[in-house]
T-cell receptor, first 117, second 111 residues
Framework: DADVTQTPRNRITKTGKRIMLECSQT?????MYWYRQDPGLGLRLIYYSFDVKDINKGEISDGYSVSRQAQAKFSLSLESAIPNQTALYFCATSDPGQGSSSYNEQFFGPGTRLTVL | GDSVTQMEGPVTLSEEAFLTINCTYTATGYPSLFWYVQYPGEGLQLLLKATKADDKGSNKGFEATYRKETTSFHLEKGSVQVSDSAVYFC??????????FGKGTRLHILP
């Protein structure tokens, strides 16, 4: 079984609709992240959470919100989807280990392909 | 701010060719450096990493050496296979415990 799962894997929606993307992990990691991937732009950080009570904005948080329901679950919402939010979305986790998580591997889910018409 | 620049793709090679994907970085301090790989239809996975200057990361025949003097972390493989076709991302461990990714380089290996 996959350690980091994302649902749905594909979603097509219309402009103005509210969408929630879900991420669950069985790795026991405290730190979770949401990224979007666009062709030619690489991965950009949307939000991140270092524990259940800690939520931080990334570089492109406008138009998105998140909820950390439990250590294992981190959801991303688009309150009113727009076409330029069409992208591939990834959830990731990491364990700070003995120091900064900058030294440590991030583990990625398989991604959610979102299309906003 | 911290940033990563990697060569644009796509890169197309024949099987058994030598591979280099260039990566340079800008950062304060001494960040950890990573290469991640994304196979078609999958999420990213760590390929190798180096945490200090002159360290060499290696995995699956790929290597990269942390060069502080040239702020580089180029990815190399001596003989590529069709199964190496993927997108490769250079990344650094930035401030506030975040990873900063390059834009990715798509690699095609022809049989």
């Amino acid at each position: 079984d996959a350690d980091v799962t994302q649902t749905p894997r594909n979603r097509i929606t219309k402009t103005g609709k509210r969408i929630m993307l879900e991420c669950s992990q069985t790795k026991g990691h405290d730190r979770m992240y949401w990224y979007r991937q666009d062709p030619g732009l690489g991965l950009r950080l949307i939000y991140y959470s270092f524990d259940v009570k800690d939520i931080n904005k990334g570089e492109i948080s406008d138009g998105y919100s998140v909820s950390r329901q439990a250590q294992a679950k981190f959801s991303l919402s688009l309150e009113s989807a727009i076409p330029n939010q069409t992208a591939l979305y990834f959830c990731a986790t990491s364990d700070p280990g003995q120091g900064s998580s900058s030294y440590n591997e991030q583990f990625f889910g398989p991604g959610t392909r979102l299309t906003v018409l | 701010g911290d940033s990563v620049t990697q060569m644009e793709g796509p890169v197309t090679l024949s099987e058994e060719a030598f591979l280099t994907i260039n990566c340079t970085y800008t950062a304060t301090g001494y960040p950890s450096l990573f290469w991640y790989v994304q196979y078609p239809g999958e999420g990213l996975q760590l390929l190798l990493k180096a945490t200090k200057a002159d360290d060499k990361g290696s995995n699956k025949g790929f290597e990269a050496t942390y060069r502080k003097e040239t702020t580089s972390f180029h990815l190399e493989k001596g003989s590529v296979q069709v199964s190496d076709s993927a997108v490769y991302f250079c990344a650094l461990g930035g401030r506030d415990d975040k990873i900063i990714f390059g834009k990715g380089t798509r690699l095609h290996i022809l049989p």
